[in-house]
């Protein structure tokens, strides 16, 4: 690997040619499903953009794999990877059809490795045996794993996933599809037949699924129940692509549809009736040889010789004369297939494409028949409670006293004043309870700059943070509406994230009462209500200057109150350090030496991560309180607001057990 600079953004480049021995291309997208029992759903997007994902084995030198040994470390995790997307390179005279905000073009060197690899951010015009390839930003899903072939050359599987801004994902040109009949008076599109394999087709079988089965007792039978459901097909196509070009097609194809949310027409390859005739132009009337095996499906499509298609709806069957919305125009019997169509939509958000021997590519592809959204059922609404839903995205808004972050779970920015920024959030469930506002979800983000969540971590926030959720189309954010509030709690950072839990605005009558102890320490700590002091103005800044472990020293101390009190030894135990931005780490301090010349040591509890190798300004110290009347008065200043009971005394005297003399003097 190589290392180079992109978007003023430091990554590792992975320039190793596939040896053809196994590649294989994942397209994948984000979006939601709910299923009923009948087997009526409803499905909707939650991104624009497919994400996808790439493995090949490289066969390279061991030259050159032990040159990039030493950064392989790195190459897997810390900094992003730059690969390029091989099934859609091109070289000389031939023209791009996927693009990328970042390509290379080279030659392959005998190493196995691309070389004199010139980066570029347009389209960019190889010549002679060169070839340019449009280069995705990701990373690699597990190091790479090495096998020794010779003492000459080693092989390995390259993993990676694309990750990055929207402004990098891949660019698929626009296609212009087949229209067949309208679903809910939605245009809903064929299938492309020039990317099916007749011969790779399977029409699956019609089937049910069980939703209940138990079984009781200790017979042989078992207890079942089955929901009402219509009978569909589940065809699978194994499709080729010749070249970068249909691969273009079925990725628009894939994109357009948002996975499996959109349904499409497919001719399902079963011929299970014939025309009996030649059909005449201007008559919508066709005769076929035996127009009960079309069942109840009512969407048939005319297959012709020079692969084109036809399609209509079957208004009305009289015997075998089938009378359709509109004429086909004249058809042969003789030379003409009529075959049912299928609305059907894929039966998973991912595609894998497998390009072993680069430009023919192949992939399988399952599908799912939707027969309830044909014609939508009574009680249904289209786009409501079945069928497509409107796309919808996430926004979460952070409020803490003055200060509000907004940031949404799509893989876009939206929106301007605010500008709801693109961040690695999510939520879960929303759990509801009987009291109308008690409600909870949790929430779980990446750890990045401003992350509110990191800053409550770190307590540098003084003020209760509350979090509200919106819902809205990406295409109308000033519509968008709330679906929860509610404040945080909780927060804790896991394995490079941050979570927390979200309590709705009735858990506030939860909390613990705050009340008065008769105890000889104060009832308030240092910037609550009851002490009357701001934290503030007791909050010290310096530089941090050097670390040894837990010890950190500081200098140019300064405080709100202008010249710096008498800072003996120890004047910040039991208090703590906040580590500037973008750390905030907040430290508990064990002891500190004294102030001498502006400049003194403390012991904090850990050490600080990253440690501190240049001067780090405007750390925070805050002084600790023990709760003394003594403390209140002589170090704050503050005796006044003292919220304990000095002279209490231990017990009530009444209540002191009488103590048994227990001296050895002898009797008189």
Request: hydrophobic share 40%.
């Amino acid at each position: 690997m190589t290392t180079v600079t992109l978007d003023s953004e430091s990554r590792q480049a992975c320039l190793w040619v596939p040896d053809g021995r196994g590649m294989t291309l994942r397209a994948s997208v984000e979006t939601d499903k709910e299923r009923g029992l009948t087997g009526r759903e409803t499905r909707r997007a939650l991104s624009s953009t497919l994400r996808l994902g790439l493995e090949y084995t490289v066969t390279i030198s061991t030259a050159l794999y032990a040159a990039q040994r030493e950064t392989s470390h790195t190459s897997s995790g810390e900094l992003p990877v730059q690969v390029p997307l091989w099934p859609a390179g091109f070289g000389a005279g031939e023209s791009a059809t996927l693009e990328t905000k970042h390509w290379v073009t080279g030659t392959q060197g005998e190493a196995g490795a691309l070389s004199s690899g010139t980066w570029a951010t347009s389209t960019p015009t190889p010549t002679g045996s060169q070839v340019s390839v449009p280069t995705m930003r990701g990373y690699l899903t597990q190091p790479v794993d090495w096998d020794l072939l010779d003492p000459r050359w080693v092989r390995g599987q390259v993993r990676f996933d694309e990750a990055g801004p929207a402004d990098e994902a891949v660019t698929i040109p626009s296609e212009t599809w087949t229209p067949g009949p309208t679903v809910a008076g939605v245009t809903t599109y064929v299938f492309p037949l020039e990317l099916l394999d007749f011969k790779a087709t399977d029409p699956g079988a019609n089937s049910v699924t069980v939703e209940f089965s138990q079984r009781i007792g200790f017979g042989r039978d078992v207890a079942r129940h089955v929901y009402p459901q219509l009978a569909v097909r589940n065809p699978q196509h194994t499709l080729t692509l010749n070249g970068p070009t249909a691969l273009s097609k079925l990725l628009r194809w894939f994109s357009d549809h948002t996975g499996s949310v959109k349904p499409f027409w497919i001719p399902v390859w079963t011929e299970e009736m014939r025309l009996a005739s030649n059909t005449s132009s201007g008559s919508a009337n066709v005769t076929l040889n035996n127009a009960t095996a079309l069942g109840s499906y009512r969407r048939v499509a005319f297959l012709l010789t020079d692969g084109s298609i036809i399609t209509r709806n079957v208004l009305s069957i009289a015997g075998n004369v089938l009378t359709l919305d509109s004429s086909p125009g004249t058809l042969a019997a003789a030379s003409t297939a009529i075959i049912t169509l299928a609305l059907v939509r894929f039966a998973a958000d991912t595609i894998t494409i497998r390009a072993d021997k680069l430009p023919v590519m192949t992939t399988t592809v399952g599908l799912v028949e939707i027969r309830e959204e044909v014609s939508t059922p009574s009680g249904e609404t289209a786009g409501t409670t079945i069928g497509v839903l409107d796309p919808v995205v996430y926004l979460y808004e952070f409020t803490a006293g003055a200060e509000s972050w907004t940031f949404t779970s799509h893989d876009a920015d939206l929106g301007t004043s605010p500008t709801w920024t693109a961040k690695q959030i999510e939520h879960g469930d929303i759990t509801q309870s009987t009291a109308i506002d008690k409600t909870s979800v949790s929430l779980k983000t990446g750890i990045w700059t401003d992350n509110p969540l990191l800053r409550s971590v770190a307590g540098t926030l003084w003020e209760r943070m509350t979090l509200t959720i919106y819902e809205a189309d990406p295409t109308d954010i000033a519509g968008k509406e709330a679906i929860f509030t509610g404040h945080v709690r909780g927060v804790k950072r896991r394995s490079g994230s941050l979570q927390a839990t979200i309590d709705g605005a009735a858990a506030v009558f939860d909390r613990v009462i705050p009340r008065t102890l008769m105890q000889t320490r104060d009832n308030w700590a240092l910037g609550e209500d009851g002490n009357g002091l701001d934290v503030a103005d007791w909050t010290f800044t310096g530089t941090a200057t050097s670390q040894a472990d837990e010890v950190v020293t500081l200098d140019t101390l300064a405080w709100p109150g202008g010249a710096l009190p008498t800072l003996a030894a120890n004047y910040f135990a039991l208090g703590y350090a906040v580590r500037p931005a973008p750390n905030y780490a907040r430290i508990p301090i064990i002891s500190s030496t004294a102030e001498s010349g502006g400049s003194l040591t403390v012991t904090l509890a850990y050490a600080p991560s990253p440690a501190v190798t240049t001067s780090e300004v405007l750390w925070q110290l805050i002084p600790g309180y023990d709760g003394t009347i003594e403390t209140a008065e002589d170090k704050f200043a503050n005796g006044d607001n003292f919220g304990g009971f000095p002279f209490v005394p231990i017990a009530a005297p009444n209540l002191i057990a009488v103590k048994r003399n227990s001296g050895n003097a002898g009797k008189k």
